[in-house]
């Protein structure tokens, strides 16, 4: 299936990018070839010369709201630079837009070059006044400059893979290297063994005394405390080891399809981000939403689990339904106890929901956690390290030997991810850079209409799964303009600590292995997404609504 979504995210988003500029081509958007009335105002006294000059270019809000048909709240006042053009008998024109420029100014800076620059040329008339003319501008042509747009996003997202990759050599080396210390210590065969009734029924597969369940179990926890840093390397590993006992190389088992699954899902105790984020906007209880979140990925977590249990009984047998469907009905039959625990744990969640504890966490003052949360991200790690090589030494452990020999891995391993963090996160580019998100938040309305959903909050639900820095990104947008503490604030802050960016996952972990046949993996992953950002929905309504 991964197949079809990228092949979906590259044609969509291209073809969304053409029609766009077709359109924009044949209603002349950016008035290409045309001259508009401005006034120029001279920083200092001016002369007819090849010196150039640093002016303030001006235009009534009437004038430009006109002539670019848009909406303008505003006069246009652009600091501009000038040089005489003895060729032409004009005055070049060069400035560089930022956040107090027109939009359409910005856009049109944003396909002439990397450094958000506009030119063009003016001619003077009249005096106006000190140092002030009247003149008409003309800048430069803009075509096709969405197509331009994909193009620099595709060869920045490939830069960004590559970077990505190269940056995980050293965590992958220095944490796959205190795992083999941890490994040859017999420490995570220990952690396999504490927590084997959970194991063995997610991971039946998987021999209980294996290396992988340590690791999944390191991956998972180091998630779920937000230590990013420490769980990418413990995932890939895990990936490493579940391959090891894989009996189809190449495609995914129901083993690796549950553990991404809970990787996809999300959840975090702290979603640290999030919070810092709200912090940094003023939020008078930043922390408010560390019940909200986790809640919402609870709900992905769930459903992730339960949908990769289901969808991989269909994925057996070459094939046959009805094969199929005996295996499923024997999985509810047998696993009946599992899933009352389940219902029951979702069951007090949203009984605790409805009481309002979860909004009462206030009681906690919000820089006391926000102290505790901190130092959790300060120790955490050194406490890692520190408790696996003391663990080592007592067990006689070759600690410098052990360490080398694992941290050894970590540079192929990061080296054969480049192709499929290239591949993917190229098509995520393209489909964003081409305005195909756009579209799909205006396709999707009339759903998230009849749920309840913002407007305002369906380009976060839907990036969310495909990109961790578009995501934030839209939530920091929307936390400025709508404040942290009002309903869209807290439900996209939530939305975040929800869910995780699946398709970077996805690609991330199948490629570290060589998997390209996922079966339901990204079924599964994008059921567990819709899972989580509805049951924020729910939450948020349900409290703050």
Same mark, same amino acid.
């Given at each position: 299936?991964?197949?079809?979504?990228?092949?979906?995210?590259?044609?969509?988003?291209?073809?969304? !990018?053409?029609?766009?500029?077709?359109?924009?081509?044949?209603?002349?958007?950016?008035?290409?070839?045309?001259? =508009?009335?401005?006034?120029?105002?001279?920083?200092?006294?001016?002369?007819?010369?090849?010196?150039?000059? +640093?002016?303030?270019?001006?235009?009534?809000?009437?004038?430009?709201?006109?002539?670019?048909?848009?909406?303008?709240?505003?006069?246009?006042?652009?600091?501009?630079?000038?040089?005489?053009?003895?060729?032409?008998?004009?005055?070049?024109?060069?400035?560089?837009?930022?956040?107090?420029?027109?939009?359409?100014?910005?856009?049109?800076?944003?396909?002439?070059?990397?450094?958000?620059?506009?030119?063009?040329?003016?001619?003077?008339?009249?005096?106006?006044?000190?140092?002030?003319?009247?003149?008409?501008?003309?800048?430069?042509?803009?075509?096709?400059?969405?197509?331009?747009?994909?193009?620099?996003?595709?060869?920045?997202?490939?830069?960004?893979? #590559?970077?990505?990759?190269?940056?995980?050599?050293?965590?992958?080396?220095?944490?796959?290297?205190?795992?083999?210390?941890?490994?040859?210590?017999?420490?995570?065969?220990?952690? &396999?063994?504490?927590?084997?009734?959970?194991?063995?029924?997610?991971?039946?597969?998987?021999?209980? +005394?294996?290396? !992988?369940?340590?690791?999944?179990? =390191?991956?998972?926890?180091?998630?779920?405390?937000?230590?990013?840093?420490? /769980?990418?390397?413990?995932?890939?590993?895990?990936?490493?080891?579940?391959?090891?006992?894989?009996?189809?190389?190449?495609?995914?088992?129901?083993?690796?399809?549950?553990?991404? /699954?809970?990787?996809?899902?999300?959840?975090?105790?702290?979603?640290?981000?999030?919070?810092?984020?709200?912090?940094?906007?003023?939020?008078? +209880?930043?922390?408010?939403?560390?019940?909200?979140?986790?809640?919402? !990925?609870?709900?992905?977590?769930?459903?992730?689990?339960?949908?990769?249990?289901?969808?991989?009984?269909?994925?057996?047998?070459?094939?046959?339904?009805?094969?199929?469907?005996?295996?499923?009905?024997?999985?509810?039959?047998?696993?009946?106890?599992?899933?009352?625990?389940?219902?029951?744990?979702?069951?007090?969640?949203?009984?605790?929901?409805?009481?309002?504890?979860?909004?009462?966490?206030?009681? #906690?003052?919000?820089?006391?956690?926000?102290?505790?949360?901190?130092?959790?991200?300060?120790?955490?790690?050194?406490?890692?390290?520190?408790?696996?090589?003391?663990? &080592?030494?007592?067990?006689?452990?070759?600690?410098?030997?052990?360490?080398?020999?694992?941290?050894?891995?970590?540079?192929?391993?990061?080296?054969?991810?480049?192709?499929?963090?290239?591949?993917?996160?190229?098509?995520?580019?393209?489909?964003?850079?081409?305005?195909?998100?756009?579209?799909?938040?205006?396709?999707?309305?009339?759903?998230?209409?009849?749920?309840?959903?913002?407007?305002?909050?369906?380009?976060?639900?839907?990036?969310?799964?495909?990109?961790?820095?578009?995501?934030?990104?839209?939530?920091?947008?929307?936390?400025?303009?709508?404040?942290?503490?009002?309903?869209?604030?807290?439900?996209?802050?939530?939305?975040?600590?929800?869910?995780?960016?699946?398709?970077?996952?996805?690609?991330?972990?199948?490629?570290? #292995?060589?998997?390209?046949?996922?079966?339901?993996?990204?079924?599964?992953?994008?059921?567990? +997404?819709?899972?989580?950002?509805?049951?924020?929905?729910?939450?948020?309504?349900?409290?703050?609504?």
């Amino acid at each position: 299936m991964l197949n079809y979504i990228w092949l979906g995210l590259l044609v969509l988003g291209i073809a969304t !990018a053409l029609t766009l500029d077709i359109s924009n081509e044949s209603s002349n958007k950016f008035r290409n070839g045309e001259s =508009m009335e401005v006034s120029v105002m001279f920083d200092s006294s001016f002369a007819n010369s090849a010196k150039q000059f +640093d002016a303030t270019l001006t235009i009534p809000q009437s004038a430009f709201a006109k002539f670019y048909n848009v909406v303008l709240t505003k006069d246009v006042s652009q600091k501009i630079k000038l040089s005489y053009n003895e060729k032409e008998k004009k005055y070049s024109v060069y400035f560089l837009t930022d956040d107090s420029s027109p939009a359409i100014w910005q856009e049109m800076a944003k396909v002439s070059g990397k450094e958000n620059d506009l030119s063009g040329a003016l001619t003077l008339k009249n005096k106006s006044g000190a140092n002030s003319y009247a003149a008409v501008l003309s800048l430069e042509k803009i075509s096709f400059s969405k197509m331009k747009e994909v193009t620099n996003s595709a060869i920045d997202y490939a830069g960004k893979a #590559v970077n990505i990759a190269i940056g995980l050599i050293g965590i992958m080396a220095l944490w796959l290297g205190i795992m083999k210390i941890a490994e040859q210590a017999g420490l995570v065969a220990a952690m &396999g063994r504490s927590v084997k009734p959970i194991t063995k029924f997610l991971f039946p597969d998987v021999p209980q +005394d294996h290396p !992988a369940i340590g690791s999944m179990i =390191m991956n998972i926890s180091a998630n779920m405390l937000g230590l990013g840093n420490a /769980a990418t390397p413990f995932g890939l590993k895990a990936m490493e080891e579940l391959d090891s006992i894989n009996l189809e190389k190449g495609t995914a088992s129901n083993a690796m399809v549950t553990f991404l /699954a809970i990787n996809t899902a999300g959840l975090t105790l702290i979603p640290a981000t999030a919070i810092a984020i709200r912090a940094a906007a003023g939020s008078s +209880d930043p922390a408010i939403i560390i019940g909200t979140s986790f809640f919402g !990925a609870s709900c992905a977590t769930f459903i992730g689990i339960l949908a990769a249990k289901t969808l991989e009984k269909f994925y057996t047998n070459g094939g046959d339904r009805q094969k199929g469907f005996a295996n499923f009905f024997n999985f509810i039959k047998s696993g009946w106890k599992f899933f009352i625990t389940l219902f029951a744990i979702a069951l007090i969640i949203i009984l605790l929901a409805v009481s309002g504890i979860f909004s009462k966490l206030t009681f #906690v003052n919000s820089e006391t956690l926000k102290s505790v949360i901190q130092m959790i991200s300060i120790l955490a790690i050194p406490l890692i390290i520190i408790s696996f090589v003391t663990y &080592g030494a007592i067990k006689k452990v070759k600690l410098y030997e052990a360490f080398v020999e694992g941290a050894k891995e970590g540079f192929n391993v990061a080296v054969r991810i480049i192709p499929y963090l290239v591949a993917m996160l190229v098509a995520i580019g393209i489909f964003r850079a081409g305005g195909a998100m756009d579209f799909l938040v205006i396709i999707l309305s009339p759903i998230t209409n009849l749920i309840g959903m913002p407007a305002e909050a369906m380009p976060m639900a839907l990036m969310r799964p495909l990109s961790g820095s578009g995501s934030l990104g839209i939530m920091s947008e929307m936390i400025s303009v709508h404040g942290p503490d009002t309903f869209l604030g807290i439900l996209v802050s939530t939305i975040m600590g929800s869910t995780e960016t699946t398709f970077y996952v996805l690609a991330l972990y199948f490629g570290s #292995v060589n998997i390209k046949k996922t079966r339901h993996a990204v079924a599964v992953g994008v059921l567990a +997404d819709v899972a989580g950002i509805l049951g924020a929905l729910f939450i948020v309504k349900l409290l703050f609504g």
